[in-house]
T-cell receptor, first 108, second 114 residues
Framework: LAKTTQPISMDSYEGQEVNITCSHN???????ITWYQQFPSQGPRFIIQ???TKVTNEVASLFIPADRKSSTLSLPRVSLSDTAVYYC?????????FGAGTTVTVRA | NAGVMQNPRHLVRRRGQEARLRCSPMKGHSHVYWYRQLPEEGLKFMVY????????ESGMPKERFSAEFPKEGPSILRIQQVVRGDSAAYFC????????????FGQGTRLTVV
């Protein structure tokens, strides 16, 4: 399983864009990059998944460079309710391996 | 379409008792995964099951822990003779058979061993 590295924590203010970069240097050819969000006392919630270039949905964008050794999750115009832990995962098969995640704190 | 349902949400057991955690996957999902989360840590994979089969239990302790996903009914994670170190949040996720689709998580069962 490819190991991922992401910052432990990030602080932001309401209305700002938050970008979280994840490193996955030994990603395999058939691996996808997946991001989950987790609030306290709740299960992780799927945010976005991509293989290469850029993916966008109603919640976030995911940027993946050509070498796929890193990826960046972009949360536009965050609000207080976006305060959560964000996990970057490399998914080659069924097994999702969660690291410590990035704790994003949004302040007013 | 209801999401992944776990029950109970909270479970308190005395040391030495048995804990049974239930997970009903989303409708149409035949793949179930169990994860354990200790406070301030990420989720740790425990076991992956398809209907009536254990596919991968590499993350599950060999002693006292077992899991099943019968043809009918929910998936069960069973912990026998619980110890204080078993106290954690246990999450279940399910997915469909389509490759690279996302897994949906339940709200978890918080087990406290006293």
């Amino acid at each position: 399983l490819a190991k991922t590295t992401q910052p432990i924590s990030m602080d932001s203010y309401e209305g700002q864009e938050v970008n979280i970069t994840c490193s996955h240097n030994n990603i395999a050819t058939n691996d996808y990059i997946t991001w989950y969000q987790q609030f306290p006392s709740q299960g992780p919630r799927f945010i976005i998944q991509g293989y290469k270039t850029k993916v966008t949905n109603e919640v976030a964008s995911l940027f993946i460079p050509a070498d796929r050794k890193s990826s960046t999750l972009s949360l536009p115009r965050v609000s207080l309710s976006d305060t959560a832990v964000y996990y970057c995962l490399v998914k080659g098969d069924y097994k999702l391996s969660f690291g410590a995640g990035t704790t994003v704190t949004v302040r007013a | 379409n209801a999401g992944v349902m776990q029950n109970p949400r909270h479970l308190v057991r005395r040391r030495g008792q048995e804990a049974r955690l239930r997970c009903s996957p989303m409708k149409g999902h035949s793949h179930v995964y169990w994860y354990r989360q200790l406070p301030e840590e990420g989720l740790k994979f425990m076991v992956y099951l398809q209907k009536e089969n254990i596919i991968d239990e590499s993350g599950m302790p060999k002693e006292r822990f077992s899991a099943e996903f019968p043809k009918e009914g929910p998936s069960i994670l069973r912990i026998q003779q619980v110890v204080r170190g078993d106290s954690a949040a246990y999450f279940c996720a399910s997915s469909s058979e389509v490759e690279n689709t996302e897994a949906f998580f339940g709200q978890g069962t918080r087990l406290t061993v006293v």
